[in-house]
């Protein structure tokens, strides 16, 4: 695993799929696939290399996902159901921290998300 602390707007997200958010004690984990790096990124090599790993998010104070869910395949869908929002978490007495936005494929339920997470800081864990 290698760890990277930072580089967030180093990141691309729109081909990626997210996993279930994992909360754990003041962090929230997301598992990500095909996410890429963008040039400045100390994991950008160059090459198209899509990441295997986890988001993590330090002293989360708010995770608030829009999901559109796909209606049949994601890759050739027959249409979208009705936009919702989940609030994973909104501590609104503590609204201090860095806001970041991020969006991709949520895998369960298969939706599209476009993601809002405060949070006083963020890792990447690289597989």
């Given at each position: 695993?290698?760890?990277v602390i930072g580089y967030f707007d180093e990141l691309h997200f729109?081909?990626?799929?997210l996993g279930t958010p994992i909360?754990?004690?003041?962090?929230m984990k997301i598992p990500v696939t095909g996410l890429l790096t963008l040039r400045g990124h100390p994991l950008n090599d160059g090459t198209f290399r899509p990441l295997t790993g986890k988001l993590v998010f330090i002293g989360v104070t708010k995770s608030v996902r829009k999901l559109t869910e796909y209606i049949g395949d994601?890759?050739?869908p027959q249409g979208f159901k009705d936009e919702r929002i989940v609030a994973d978490l909104d501590v609104q007495a503590q609204p201090e921290g860095k806001r970041f936005l991020?969006?991709?494929i949520l895998q369960e339920p298969v939706a599209w998300v476009d993601w809002e997470v405060v949070a006083a800081g963020?890792?990447?864990?690289a597989d």
């Open positions: 695993m290698q760890r729109a081909e990626s799929n909360f754990e004690v003041g962090s994601p890759k050739q991020l969006e991709g963020f890792e990447f864990h």
